[in-house]
């Protein structure tokens, strides 16, 4: 074969993750010759020698990347020769916008974990080691291309030996942007009261101690501060709940290694490989012990594994083998990523500080994730997977979507790919709000917008938070219905633009084209074309509109307005408290009463029924209790759930609690009714509308039981698929991406 000359370009997450010198060496083992830079897209390679080397180069690309890159898209195309002596690695290219999609945080690999426990090593014991297969990426990234200068560690000039490594292609450490030593780098301190303990060793060495003696430490991270105490002290657990003012919602654990995690929780194979995951995320499964202090009311708990050197050298040095790890905040608000602010925002938590000196460039949060029947379900995006591109969406604009008002989460799309951010919170509070605006900015100044040509999106809901941003902005407006995003949200993520589909979005509250408070929604529709609204919860009355929310009383005084043959629910076994009286007088004369349709509401209602009649410390508690409560029934069937109709489905559930049959088999039947009716809609509708593609979506969907039973189910009717979300949340999470999709198709 005659000899050939490539340019080849690579998009994808290729920067930041040692590919420039896999391509160095690759090159030369197939003696070719030419360059391999960073560029404002990802990464560009010239390449030039005989045709069946360039070959077996262009295959081995494809086949052998880095274990973190991810090749999104490669073009090889025929170029003429410039006849080069040598293949180098030369300067980025920094001359257009940039597009490159960049590298989530990664946790430490196994050779940084070697040199970190080899005491021979000039890098042992140091809790900042990296390399290019590990180490920080978008906590530390200040602007593209991803060079030191343009990160945290501009700070921190290299010694010769480090210096050595960064400059050799050979090396692994070659262009680790974050690459340090004891020498040369960052040092954590340990801020105890007024005394300071300096020096990594000794710092961690008096963290472990306070740990192991039932203290409250705020550790510093990689995307933020977390809180962490010993997991089995049920002392120092619950004095973390009363300072945090965190009364029930769960705490996530971080444990020393698997055996650790396999004796505390049930997980099966799906469930380890999204545990050891290069996300390093915190998985949900169900527990194999009892620890009420950390997860009240919950057989659930949410397990990780280290993924910093730090916490590795603080279980190395015989810190407790399950730690609470908690983002460093109060009750809602952004966790604190900023030193200052977490002395002043912690000083009445923790007893003491961990703190590091490499300044942390944006809060990321852990993200936190499941297995599901249609595969893992990510229910907070953050470390480990944002900023990465979960979609392409063919347009030339630059589209930025500000998403919803809870679990919020925005979405730039750039040069046709949707960056979505990570988590980013509640914006009813002033500090996640402020988090929304600097995310904002973060990622428009780091892709380079220009402002002036952006076309925003937003929901049509007047009074979210996002929303009057959205208006405030010098750009162009366009307004998205929350579920259909939801909806768009799936369709998006499978690259199905032409699929026409039956869209199901089931949550608690989003606001509906005729001013009502959806959350049972039904569509057909397809991307390029949007989506008709044809079916829906039946509509019930909501006394005090979102008050109803975080009291299931009120939420049942509208819902069961219509019910036939109602008993007093003030009275045994239902005991319901005054409040639900006031509330269904409210209902009953229509003041401050709302329509709705919220699958949500329906479930607090449920819940309500079966004894959750107190108000919820968190969001979607109920929920969560009567899920909880379901998988320790043991009934067969469900009740009836015909067209949406929710009034059988609860006379039901009134009916056998005044049998007295056990509300573990009452809230199992009350699951299966809904996903019995969920199925009866899907099936008679894809056959009205001839479809063969499902959507679910919305945070009713997070209920994993609901979606077992749904999937067990659909397994007999196999002409119909059924799409779930993957990359994006199911919640509030996943709207930012169904905006940015309908807005392209809507800008057309």
């Known amino acids: 074969m005659a000899d050939s000359s490539l340019n080849i370009q690579i998009r994808g997450i290729v920067q930041g993750v040692g590919f420039r ?9 197939h003696g070719l010759t030419g360059w391999v830079r960073n560029g404002e897209q ?73 040199e970190l426990r080899d005491s021979r090593d000039r890098r042992h014991g140091y809790p900042y080691i990296n390399c290019t297969d590990c180490g920080p990426r978008y906590s530390i990234i200040q602007g593209l291309p991803y060079d030191r200068p343009l990160t945290t560690m501009k700070g921190w000039p290299l010694c010769p030996a480090c210096a050595r490594e960064y400059a050799d292609p050979l090396d692994r450490r070659f262009h680790a942007q974050p690459v340090a030593c004891p020498e040369c780098g960052p040092e954590f301190h340990l801020h105890n009261g007024e005394h300071v303990t300096g020096g990594n060793a000794a710092a961690i060495a008096a963290t472990v101690e306070l740990l192991r003696s039932g203290k409250i430490c705020a550790i510093k991270g990689l995307g933020g501060y977390h809180l962490a105490c010993d997991a089995r002290c049920a002392d120092a657990v ?22 650790t995690a396999h004796a505390l929780v049930h997980f099966d194979e799906a469930g380890e490989q999204l545990l050891t995951d290069v996300a390093r995320p915190i998985v949900l499964a169900p527990a194999r012990v009892e620890l009420p202090h950390v997860a009240p009311d919950n057989h659930e708990l949410g397990i990780m594994l280290p993924y910093t050197p730090l916490h590795h050298l603080l279980f190395d040095g015989g810190a407790p083998d399950a730690l609470v790890m908690t983002s460093a905040n109060r009750s809602n608000e952004p966790l604190a990523y900023l030193d200052d602010d977490a002395f002043e925002q912690m000083g009445g938590i923790a ?34 997977y944002a900023p990465s591109a979960v979609a392409r969406i063919s347009t030339q604009h630059t589209i930025l979507a500000l998403g919803a008002d809870l679990k919020n989460t925005i979405t730039l799309v750039v040069g046709g790919q949707a960056f979505v951010s ?23 100044n780091m892709y380079e917008v220009d402002r002036e040509r952006l076309v925003v999106v937003h929901d ?67 991307l390029n074309a949007g989506f008709e609204r044809v079916a829906h919860l039946r509509p019930a009355k909501l006394p005090g509109g979102d008050a109803a929310a975080t009291f299931p009383p009120q939420a049942a005084a509208g819902f069961l307005g219509d019910c036939a043959d109602l008993p007093d629910l003030t009275e045994p076994p239902f005991d319901f408290p005054p409040r639900y009286t006031e509330a ?40 969560i209790w009567l899920e909880q ?120």
Not at 646 to 673: K, N, Q
């Open 21 to 29: 010198p896999f391509v160095y060496r690759l090159a030369h083992q």
């Open 42 to 114: 990802g990464v560009e390679i010239r390449v030039e020698g005989h045709g069946d080397a360039t070959e077996a180069f262009l295959a081995e690309l494809r086949s052998c990347t880095p274990s973190a890159a991810r090749i999104a898209e490669l073009t090889a195309n025929p170029v003429a020769a410039e006849h080069f002596t040598s293949f180098e690695i030369i300067h980025s290219q920094g001359d257009t916008r940039p597009t490159v999609r960049i590298s989530p945080d990664l946790p430490v690999c196994k050779a940084c974990l070697r």
């Open 238 to 259: 619950r004095a973390m709940r009363e300072r945090k003012y965190r009364k029930e919602k769960p705490f996530a654990l971080m444990v020393h290694d698997l055996d």
């Open 351 to 384: 007893d003491a500080f961990l703190v590091g000196e490499r300044p942390i460039a944006r809060r990321v949060d852990d993200s936190v994730v499941r297995c599901g029947p249609f595969g893992p379900v990510i229910l907070r995006r953050a470390r480990g």
């Open 422 to 444: 990570q988590h980013i919170g509640d914006l009813q509070h002033s500090q996640a709000l402020r988090a929304f605006r600097e995310t904002i900015d973060d990622l428009l």
């Open 460 to 526: 049509t809901h007047p009074e979210y938070a996002s929303t009057r941003h959205a208006l405030s902005l010098p750009a162009t407006k366009i307004a998205v219905q929350h579920h259909r995003a939801h909806t768009a949200s799936v369709l998006a993520e499978h690259d199905a633009w032409d699929e026409v589909a039956l869209g199901i979005s089931l949550d608690g509250t989003g606001y509906g084209d005729d001013g009502a408070i959806w959350g049972g929604e039904v569509f057909v529709g397809a």
């Open 584 to 623: 269904r007088q409210l209902a009953d004369r229509d003041i401050r009463t709302f329509v709705t349709t919220s699958t949500g509401r329906l479930f607090d209602t449920a819940a309500a029924l079966l004894g959750f009649t107190r108000a919820m410390t968190f969001e979607g508690q109920a929920a």
């Open 629 to 748: 409560l379901a998988r320790t029934g043991t009934a067969d069937g469900g009740y009836v759930f015909p067209d949406l109709d929710y009034r059988p489905l609860l006379e039901a559930v009134i009916h056998d609690r005044l049998a007295g049959v056990p509300t573990a088999d009452i809230a199992r039947r009350f699951h299966a009714g809904v996903a019995a009716g969920v199925i009866d809609v899907t099936l008679r509708l894809c056959e009205q509308h001839e479809l063969r593609t499902v959507a679910l979506s919305g945070g009713v969907f997070q209920n994993a039981l609901l979606l077992e039973m749904i999937h067990s189910r659909m397994r007999r009717h196999s002409h119909l698929r059924v799409w779930t979300n993957r990359d994006v949340p199911p919640n509030d999470g996943g709207i930012s991406l169904g905006q940015a999709a309908l807005a392209a198709h809507l800008i057309q």
